[in-house]
């Protein structure tokens, strides 16, 4: 076989053979197919999409690249949950705890933030002591006598993919909903969960605009999960303005510490709640039977709370350590009195990131304090003069970027306000 053949296949808009699909992923990993010949083929996956058999045979192979973790042998089922990826989504720090407490296991790996977007572990890193690399033995261990565990993927796990993402990232091949889902769906399998619940996120702060593409991926993930033996289910989540009212690695951390003693902001105790219920399902688990809690219970009482603390202190992080805070604090005024008809995640999003939260270059450092609290959701009254945004940085030179990005992110209006609910779909 060689790579011109497969390249051609696709270029001519022929489903490609499953033994084509292997031979390619697995040369490629090996270094025997060119980085300009997988850029070759990934454009014509862009361009031409791949059938439901193609995107299972190329996410089995890419799984196949590297090794396949295996929790079967725990005391109870293993669930888990994957965001594409938000603007104050910070909602793996509460669920996964709240999860262990109602009775399922949650192996959770998790990313590094790119961009506007935050990632869990620079979330995470934020608590004193907390460290995010695991070996497989380590997580094991969390996992069993905590309940959930949360670190960084190990470099075994779907190579394949890792390749492929750096070079789709630099030639244009990012956003082909075939590609992602295998993308996504290689590395969720390789950890080895039981049962998968995906939040997919469409909206300005989402990497899908749109809720129609938002369903296609979902729709395409959710069958490559049926394909191999994985329960997967899909909630479509709104991403048109930020979750919570904090953005921002430490300011997500305290807002979760508040949602799982039992407060924190109706959006994200929903859908916290929401994702807990389909993951307890999904792993065949049912509140209110042998001893299974309901997870809004879990919060209330404390149970999730006190599994959030464990699961802290088994990764050598300190739970009621202060967490660090920005040097500088700048507030900005709210213009006008009315109603905040409207709150943009990505230019949210953005602000945060030009003070210092998030990374241009994967080896740069985000400051932990830096980001922005939300005195104002969408539908709430805010009056002339009063904060509407607290700016955080450890450097003041970054104020005016942030500020800048926040020009033109909201509506203020007399008029009433038609609220979007936060759960847009379901796909099963
Ligand atoms: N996230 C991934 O893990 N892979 C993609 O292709 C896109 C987003």
Redesign the pocket.
């Known amino acids: 076989m060689d790579a011109i053949e497969v390249i051609r296949a696709k270029r001519d808009g022929q489903e490609l053979r499953p033994e084509q699909i292997d031979w390619v992923i697995d040369a490629y990993t090996r270094g025997e197919v060119a980085e300009e010949q997988m850029s070759a083929l990934a454009m014509a996956i862009f361009l031409r999409g791949m059938t439901r058999a193609e995107v299972s045979r190329w996410t089995e192979a890419m799984l196949a690249s590297g090794e396949r973790l295996d929790f079967s042998e725990l005391d109870r089922p293993t669930t888990d949950k994957h965001s594409?990826g938000g603007v104050g989504d910070k909602i793996t720090l509460p669920l996964t705890p709240t999860v262990a407490a109602c009775g399922a296991a949650v192996p959770q790996l998790s990313g590094r933030g790119l961009g506007h977007t935050g990632g869990t572990l620079d979330k995470l890193e934020s608590i004193p002591g907390w460290r995010a690399s695991l070996s497989t033995d380590e997580m094991r261990a969390v996992l069993s006598d905590t309940g959930g565990v949360i670190c960084a993927a190990g470099g075994g796990l779907a190579p394949a993919d890792r390749k492929l993402?750096a070079l789709?990232d630099v030639t244009g091949t990012?956003e082909s909903i075939p590609?992602?889902a295998a993308?996504?769906m290689s590395?969720k399998l390789a950890e080895g969960t039981g049962a998968l619940v995906l939040d997919v996120k469409a909206g300005s702060g989402a990497?899908m605009k749109d809720v129609d593409s938002a369903r296609e991926l979902a729709r395409t993930m959710v069958g490559i999960g049926a394909d191999h033996g994985v329960r997967t289910v899909a909630l479509i989540t709104d991403m048109s303005t930020p979750l919570g009212r904090q953005v921002g690695n430490a300011l997500e951390v305290a807002e979760s510490v508040e949602v799982l003693s039992g407060g924190g902001p109706a959006d994200v105790v929903e859908l916290t709640v929401a994702l807990a219920r389909e993951m307890l399902a999904a792993a065949g688990l049912t509140p209110g039977e042998n001893g299974v809690k309901d997870p809004a219970e879990a919060l209330a009482d404390g149970s999730a709370l006190a599994v959030w603390k464990r699961l802290v202190r088994a990764q050598g992080g300190d739970p009621d350590a202060p967490l660090p805070q920005a040097a500088e604090r700048r507030e900005v005024l709210a213009p006008a009195s009315g109603t905040l008809t409207r709150l943009d995640a990505y230019q949210v999003g953005l602000a945060a990131w030009h003070l210092g939260a998030g990374r241009t270059r994967k080896e740069d450092a985000v400051s932990f304090g830096a980001g922005v609290t939300l005195h104002a959701k969408p539908g709430e009254r805010v009056r002339a003069g009063e904060p509407l945004f607290t700016l955080h940085a450890d450097d003041p030179a970054r104020f005016e970027r942030g500020a800048r990005a926040l020009e033109g992110a909201f509506d203020i209006a007399d008029a009433g306000h038609e609220p979007r609910p936060l759960i847009l779909d379901r796909i099963a």
């Open positions: 594409t993402y789709r990012v590609l992602i993308s996504i590395k990497f």
